[in-house]
């Protein structure tokens, strides 16, 4: 049992340590690139980063501590990056958050995905876009764009380098959460004070 214990403590160690070098070889594409949402404060101190799934009911359930973080703590920035593992519709839904990136609703998009009942879809995405004052004939034509394609590839990429199994996947600099914590915003706020008093071990 002691020696099972050693083992699995010294595998998770290791792939820390393999998580971190990913995203100091990827910073730059995790926390910078164009193909993720920031929120909060652009010029922040710590960058918090979430990959998540739409339908996701753990990424659901985590959104509001995301929200309270940005609110709470005006030198954090929120970079949300698109990982629709759960079939068609999240990633359709996907496409329309990030083609209405051009026109400056992402965040309130994501904010009514999240708390309106039911399953995301495209046409739930484009109703509230419409209710949110976005041109929808424009928005239509920017979800073909290749570079939501390239966004949802890039991050797909990231998401293989860092060995995200699934989501919500949440890095605080070059930290990654444990998963299944019972306290999501204490857990980002003790992260945060931590690259604030530390730094990252890699890059970030």
Not at 182 to 200: F, K, N, Q, W
């Amino acid at each position: 049992m002691v020696i099972a214990v050693a083992v699995y403590s010294l595998g998770a160690r290791w792939q820390e340590v393999r998580q971190q070098r990913a995203v100091g070889v990827n910073a730059e594409q995790i926390f910078r690139s164009p193909a993720g949402f920031v929120a909060g404060n652009p010029n922040g101190d710590v960058s918090v980063v979430a990959f998540y799934d739409a339908n996701c009911p753990y990424c659901r359930q985590g959104a509001p501590a995301l929200a309270k973080l940005i609110a709470e703590d005006g030198q954090v920035r929120l970079v949300l990056r698109e990982l629709p593992l759960l079939g068609a519709d999240s990633e359709s839904a996907a496409r329309v958050k990030l083609a209405t990136m051009a026109q400056g609703k992402y965040f309130e998009l994501y904010q009514r995905l999240f708390t309106e009942p039911g399953r995301a879809t495209k046409d739930k995405a484009m109703r509230i876009a419409g209710e949110l004052g976005l041109d929808t004939a424009r928005l239509e034509r920017d979800i073909q764009n290749p570079s939501i394609d390239g966004a949802l590839a890039e991050t797909t990429g990231l998401a293989r380098a860092l060995g995200v199994r699934g989501v919500p996947f949440y890095l605080v600099g070059d930290r990654v959460l444990g998963e299944g914590t019972d306290d999501l915003y204490a857990e980002l706020t003790a992260r945060v004070a931590e690259i604030r008093a530390h730094g990252c071990r890699t890059a970030c």
